[in-house]
DNA sequence: CAGGAGAGTGGTTGATCACTCACTCCGGTG
DNA sequence: CACCGGAGTGAGTGATCAACCACTCTCCTG
């Protein structure tokens, strides 16, 4: 077995454990648990995913962001599909924590002021434009992968019946509300809060307070 | 050369030329232009790129769907992303003459009439989802691959301009219209127009008349 | 009818993809 | 200390990708 004496003798080298990853878990443990793995890996996929989309995006490039071997990111997640369901239901969660601070902040006011209170703390959120990109990227997909295609709906359900809930806004102002913010996503994908046109001024009109 | 032989012979056999696509030029002719063949490959490319992205989408497909070989595609394009901008810029003209036979309809009414014309023009336009779906993919296109980038920022700056100008409209009222329009675009591809959940009718309602 | 320009294709290339397998290493337990 | 289960990986797999090239076929013109 001539492959096998090799595979043994490279193995024998005394190759240095490096841990590309800036997360210690503790110490007494050099080891992760894969619950921790899994969510390190679904922190940083965010942003592999939000460069490229779904189908741009190498599970390779995720593994390496993660700082493991590809081969051990699909033992913690079953196919690229799910991985890329739980980034999305990730996301979600952290708009929904983000506007529900907000919510937070005016509560007992009217409907109206806690709508605007959650429109800006949306605009200041999707900034760093990774929770924006997977966001849109994941509208994409989900017309051609059921997995995502779940994990979106089942996000802005959550998310509308949150903030007609927390708001008390009326169908028309919620409507409103989720209108004003997919124009946002449009407005910040174009890059268009940066031009200095009248046909961006005009679609990034007051968006960001 | 057995090889050339091989392909001699295959050639000798008499293949009938079928015609994939339903566009007969002339009848004095059966070999299209470059011309009338790129305008086939762009509509038909539409049907392609909307069910699975730029990245999704392979050359190939985009090919067969035109009846042609990948070969030639890239005779008549010089590249992939040449070809999805050039989809990019058709489908932005789709829209732009859609609403403008809306706009002509209602001419020198009031804005209000106008701008209410066109949406519904557009709510009618997206029902194939096809416009709709290279639109939004476009969208995340744009972040990663220059040239898409540039046909989506021209394609809505000469949306906004000939809306703006057509309607007489604000500019809230311009602004209004294209958030409505996004709203439009993220509903019909969740599917919530179908779904019998107060979530989706609450951002589904009234956008198509 | 000769021949050249343009239409159109088969076959290939090197890279890269998602995914798998056989394997090693580490930490804790009896 | 023996050993076992889980963490983690190197080296692939076949498939597929965008892009290219050498080539044939069709049509028009002189």
């Not at 024998?12 to 997360?23: E, F, K, M, N, Q």
């Not at 443990?29 to 942003?47: F, K, N, Y």
């Not at 601070?101 to 200041?124: F, H, I, N, Q, R």
Request: charged content about 20%; proline content about 4%; overall charge neutral.
């Amino acid at each position: 077995m001539p492959l096998s004496e090799l595979h043994i003798a490279v193995r024998l080298l005394p190759i240095p454990r490096v841990w590309l990853t800036t997360h210690m878990p503790s110490p007494t443990r050099t080891l992760s648990t894969a619950e921790e793995r899994r969510e390190d890996v679904l922190s940083t996929a965010i942003g592999a995913f939000a460069s490229r989309g779904y189908f741009g995006t190498t599970t390779v490039d995720v593994a390496k962001r993660a700082g493991i071997s590809q081969a051990y990111l699909y033992r913690l997640f079953p196919d690229k599909e799910s991985l890329f369901a739980a980034v999305v239901e990730r996301s979600f969660e952290r708009i929904r924590d983000s506007i529900s601070k907000a919510a937070a902040s005016t509560e007992g006011t009217s409907p109206e002021v806690v709508l605007s209170s959650m429109a800006s703390a949306y605009a200041m959120l999707i900034r760093d434009q990774d929770l924006l990109l997977v966001q849109i990227h994941a509208q994409c997909a989900a017309v051609s992968v059921p997995e995502v295609r779940r994990a979106v709906r089942s996000g802005y359900a959550r998310l509308v019946e949150y903030v007609r809930s927390v708001s008390g806004g009326s169908e028309e102002q919620v409507q409103q509300f989720f209108a004003r913010g997919a124009l946002c996503n449009l407005v910040v994908t174009m890059g268009a809060e940066d031009l200095d046109t009248p046909w961006a001024t005009t679609l990034a009109a007051g968006l960001r307070h």
